[in-house]
C-alpha cells in the first residue's frame, strides 16, 4: 500500500540507465536554475527603498528615493562582474560544484567548507525569503477585498507552496522542470510588458506628486529608526540591493544537469539569465523612481506601480503581473530545490554530511536532501512569521561569501594553469597516444575541443584579472554587508558558518575513525567461534517454540530464560514448560524491580564472562500482527529488549517472527 501511494505521488521509479534522459535543455534549465536570480527583482529595488525610506522619515520628503537609480546601477556593474566570472568557472568545472569544489580544490578545504556552509544557508534562506515573498505578493493583491483575511495566515500558506514545490522536486528534475517552466517564462515576458508600457505611458502622460508622505504607511528597513542619509545609509541601500544577485552561482553548481555539450549550455543559459535580470531589475528601479513608488506596510512596490501603470480598461494586466510575481517567487525556491541536494551529494560523497544524503531516489533526484531543505526552510517561515523584510538581512552573507571564496579559488586556479593551454596539453597528450593507439587521435582531438572552451574565452592573464576582480568586487560587497546589518540579523548567519563547518569536521572525523577501526591488513585468518544461544521467553506458544526450534539448529548450548515478575505466573511457566517437555533448559530469573531487560542483560554479561571464546546469540521470537493497528494492542517488549542490545559488543540479535492470518 505505501509503495503504490508513493508511486501515486512521487511516479514511477525510473532506472538507472535512463538518467540522461532527465538532462535538462537551455529553456527549461533557465526555469530551473534562474528562477531565484530571476525572481530577486521582485524585491531588490524595494529593499533598496526600504532604507531610503530611513531618511525620507527623517526628513519627511521624498527627495531621498532618488538615489535608487545609482544604487541599481553600481549593483548591475557587479551583476556583470560576476556573471562574466562564473562563466568561467562553468568551463574550468564542467562537473560543476560551485565555490564548494572551487575553494576546495584551490584554497584547501576548510576554505571549502565555509563555502559550502555559506551556500546551504543560503539555499535555505532562498526557500524562506521566495516563498514569504511571493505570498506577501499575493496578499497585496487581495487588499480591499472580501479575501484581504488571507494574510493573516501567511505562514500556514509558506508552508503549504514548500510541500508542493517539494513533491514536484520528488517527482524529478525534468518533470519539476517541465512544471516550473510556463510560469518562468509568463513572469519574464509580463515584466517586459510592465516595463515597456509603464515607460511609454510614463512619457506620454508624467506621473506629477502633490500629497505629502503619510509616515504612518510607510515602512522603513527592518532595524533602523528614522535618520539623516549618510554613506553608512547608503551602502546600506546597496547592500540590501545586493539581493538581487542571489541565484548567480546556482548554474555553475549545476553543469551536470545539463545536455551535452553541458558546459556550453550551462554558459549559454546563464548569459541569458543575466541580460534578462539586468532589463528586469533596472527597469524596476527606473519605474519605481519615475513612478514616485515608496515602500509601504501593506503593499509592495511592485503592486503599487502596476496598479498605477495598469488601470481603467488595463487593470487586468495588473493581476496577471501580481500572480506571475507571486508564481515566480514561490517558484524561486526551486532554484534551491536543484542545488542543494546536489550540493549536500557532493559533501557526503568526500565524507562531510551523511551517506544517505549522496543516494539517489527512485526518481534520480537526491530525496533526503530536497526533504530536509524542506523542514529546515519551513522551520525559518516559522520562527521568522513569514515576513520578508526580516529574513533579507539573514540572506546575502552567505551568498557574497561563496562568491568571495569561489572567485579568489579560480584567481589561484589559473594561476596554476597558466604558462601552456590546456587545449594544447590535450592536444599534445592525444598526439603522444595516437603513436601508441591509432584510434585515440579522435578520442584526443574530442578532448581537445571540449577543454578548449575555457581558453576560447581568454588567455590565463585575461581570465586571472577577471575572476581577480570578480573576488574584490565581492570581498567588498560582504564586508559592507557585515557592517551594515550586522546589528540587523546578519551576526546570525555569521555565528552559524562556523557552526556548521565544524559539524562537517565532526562528521568527516567520524567517517576516518570508523575506516580506521574496520581496516584489516592481510592476512587475516577467520576464527571459528562457539556460540550460546539465549531465547527470551514469555511462555509456552507458537512463537517460542518456532525461536527454540531455530535455536536448536545453530548451536547445542541453547537456553530459554524468562524473567519472573510475579511467582503465579512463574510457576505456570514451569508447569506448561515439564507439561511440554521441553528438553532446553529454563532459566528463570527474579526481577523484583519488575524490569523485563535490566535481569535480561545483567544475565547475559554473566554469561559472556563465563565463556569468554563463545559468542553470545540472543534469538527473539516475535509475531506480527495481521493488521497495523492491532501491534497497539500489544506489549512490544521485543523492541526494548532489542533497543537495549544494540550498544552491547559481542552479542548478536536475530527474530524469529510469527505472522498471525488474523
Keep these: 500500500m505505501v509503495s503504490s501511494l508513493k508511486e501515486i505521488v ?18 527549461i534549465a533557465l526555469a530551473v536554475f534562474s528562477s531565484d536570480a530571476l525572481s530577486s527583482v521582485a524585491y531588490a529595488t524595494e529593499e533598496i527603498l526600504l532604507v531610503l525610506a530611513v531618511a525620507a522619515t527623517h526628513y519627511g520628503q521624498a527627495t531621498t528615493f532618488k538615489y535608487v537609480i545609482p544604487i541599481s546601477i553600481a549593483i548591475a556593474v557587479l551583476l556583470v562582474l560576476v556573471s562574466i566570472s562564473y562563466r568561467q568557472t562553468i568551463y ?13 580544490d584551490n584554497l584547501g578545504t576548510t576554505p571549502g567548507l565555509i563555502a559550502a556552509a555559506s551556500l546551504l544557508i543560503d539555499y535555505v534562506l532562498t526557500v524562506s525569503v521566495s516563498i514569504a515573498a511571493g505570498v506577501a505578493a499575493i496578499t497585496s493583491a487581495v487588499q480591499g477585498t472580501h479575501y484581504e483575511w488571507i494574510a493573516d495566515h501567511r505562514v500556514l500558506i509558506c508552508i503549504m507552496f514548500i510541500l508542493t514545490i ?22 519574464i515576458f509580463s515584466f517586459l510588458g510592465m516595463i515597456l508600457w509603464g515607460l511609454g505611458r510614463y512619457f506620454i502622460s508624467p506621473v506629477t506628486v502633490s500629497t505629502p508622505i503619510d509616515l504612518s504607511k510607510m515602512a522603513i528597513a527592518e532595524g533602523y529608526s528614522p535618520a539623516p542619509l549618510s554613506l553608512m545609509l547608503i551602502l546600506g541601500a546597496f547592500s540590501n540591493g545586493c539581493s538581487a544577485l542571489t541565484g548567480v552561482e546556482a548554474i555553475s553548481n549545476g553543469v551536470p544537469a545539463f545536455k551535452k555539450p553541458e558546459s556550453r549550455n550551462a554558459a549559454t543559459t546563464l548569459i541569458w539569465m543575466a541580460v534578462t535580470l539586468l532589463v528586469l531589475f533596472l527597469g524596476t528601479s527606473v519605474l519605481a523612481y519615475l513612478y514616485h513608488v515608496v515602500p509601504l506596510q501593506n503593499e509592495t512596490a511592485i503592486s503599487q506601480f502596476a496598479r498605477m501603470i495598469f488601470s481603467g480598461p ?4 495588473y493581476y496577471v503581473v501580481q500572480a506571475a510575481t507571486a508564481a515566480i ?22 565524507g562531510f554530511l551523511p551517506r544517505q544524503f549522496a543516494n539517489q531516489g527512485d526518481r534520480l533526484v537526491f530525496s533526503n536532501g530536497i526533504v530536509i531543505l524542506s523542514v529546515l526552510s519551513s522551520l525559518l517561515l516559522i520562527l521568522f512569521d513569514g515576513d520578508t523584510h526580516r529574513l533579507i538581512p539573514l540572506y546575502a552573507v552567505g551568498v557574497f561569501l561563496s562568491f568571495t571564496l569561489s572567485q579568489t579559488g579560480m584567481v589561484v586556479h589559473w594561476w596554476k594553469e597558466r604558462g601552456e593551454s590546456r587545449v594544447h596539453k590535450a592536444a599534445k597528450e592525444s598526439r603522444l597516444d595516437a603513436s601508441i593507439r591509432p584510434e585515440a587521435s579522435t578520442e584526443g582531438v574530442d578532448a581537445a575541443r571540449r577543454i578548449g572552451a575555457v581558453t576560447e ?20 560587497v560582504l564586508t559592507v554587508f557585515i557592517i551594515t546589518k550586522f546589528i540587523h540579523g546578519a551576526w546570525i548567519v555569521v555565528v552559524l558558518i562556523p557552526i556548521i563547518v565544524v559539524m562537517f569536521r565532526s562528521v568527516k572525523s567520524h567517517y576516518n575513525q570508523v ?41 547445542k548450548d541453547v537456553r530459554a530464560v524468562y524473567v519472573s515478575v510475579d511467582e503465579k505466573l512463574e510457576e505456570k511457566m514451569k508447569a506448561d514448560w515439564k507439561q511440554f517437555d521441553i528438553k532446553i533448559p529454563l532459566i528463570v530469573l527474579d526481577s523484583p524491580y519488575r524490569s523485563l531487560v535490566r535481569p535480561l542483560l545483567d544475565y547475559i554479561d554473566k554469561t559472556d564472562r563465563e565463556s569468554k571464546e ?20 500489544h506489549n512490544q517488549s521485543s523492541l526494548f529488549i532489542k533497543g537495549a542490545l544494540i550498544f552491547r559488543p559481542s552479542t548478536v540479535v536475530t527474530t524469529v517472527r510469527f505472522h498471525l492470518k488474523r
Design 515 to 555: 575506516a580506521e577501526q574496520l581496516l584489516i591488513k592481510p592476512p587475516y585468518k577467520l576464527r571459528k567461534l562457539g556460540q550460546t544461544v539465549i531465547v527470551p521467553v514469555s511462555g509456552v506458544h507458537t512463537a517460542v517454540l518456532s525461536a527454540l526450534e531455530y535455536a536448536q539448529s545453530i548451536s
Design 614 to 633: 563463545s559468542l553470545i546469540t540472543v534469538v527473539m521470537p516475535e509475531f506480527v500482527a495481521a493488521k497495523w493497528w492491532h501491534h497497539f494492542l
Design 314 to 317: 488595463f487593470k487586468i494586466f
Design 10 to 27: 512521487i511516479g514511477s521509479p525510473i532506472a538507472s540507465e535512463n538518467a540522461h534522459h532527465e538532462r535538462l535543455s537551455k529553456k
Design 329 to 350: 517567487l514561490v517558484l524561486a525556491a526551486n532554484t534551491s530545490f536543484a542545488d542543494f541536494p546536489r550540493l549536500s551529494s557532493l559533501l557526503a560523497r568526500d
Design 166 to 187: 517539494m513533491l514536484a522536486n520528488l517527482r524529478g528534475v525534468r518533470e519539476s522542470g517541465m512544471i516550473f517552466s510556463i510560469p518562468t517564462y509568463v513572469f
Design 92 to 104: 574550468a568545472y564542467p562537473s560543476g560544484g560551485g565555490a564548494y569544489i572551487v575553494a576546495k
Design 457 to 476: 574565452i581568454a588567455d590565463w592573464k585575461q581570465s586571472i584579472v577577471i575572476n581577480a576582480l570578480g573576488a574584490v568586487a565581492t570581498l567588498i
